[in-house]
């Protein structure tokens, strides 16, 4: 299974960017899939997750309101919508793979890995 995140990149405080986690692989929609971050000097945290049928969706409260997860599992692909973006938002953004379809917040609940994308926001 391989990831690949894009879609990063400079924005101003307010603004949106789109963020894209393609799929290599079988059965797809068998798993729970999710973003997490990091920023400079902090550690990785949990975004958002969204089960295999794209029928419940998980936020952190940071993001609640402001992001939104969905999956294409026709296409192998999974969306993060982030809105209003904030200068705390700056962050290595990773997509990854439940290792199964229950939900979790802990990366070490999570198998497969993306490589990254980087989004800043300006202030």
């Known amino acids: 299974v391989q990831l690949q995140a894009s879609g990063g990149g400079l924005v101003q405080a307010g603004g949106s960017l789109r963020l894209s986690c393609a799929a290599s692989?079988?059965?797809?929609?068998?798993?729970?899939m999710g973003w997490f971050r990091q920023a400079p000097g902090k550690e990785r945290e949990f975004v958002a997750a969204i089960s295999g049928s794209a029928g419940r969706s998980y936020y952190a409260d940071s993001v609640k309101g402001r992001f939104s997860i969905s999956r294409d599992n026709a296409k192998n692909t999974m969306y993060l919508q982030m809105n209003s973006l904030k200068p705390e938002d700056t962050a290595v953004y990773y997509c990854?793979?439940?290792?199964?379809?229950?939900?979790?917040?802990?990366?070490?609940?999570?198998?497969?890995w993306g490589q990254g994308t980087l989004v800043t926001v300006s202030s």
């Open positions: 990854a793979r439940g290792t199964s379809n229950w939900y979790s917040v802990s990366s070490s609940q999570y198998r497969y």
């Open positions: 692989g079988r059965s797809f929609d068998n798993y729970l």
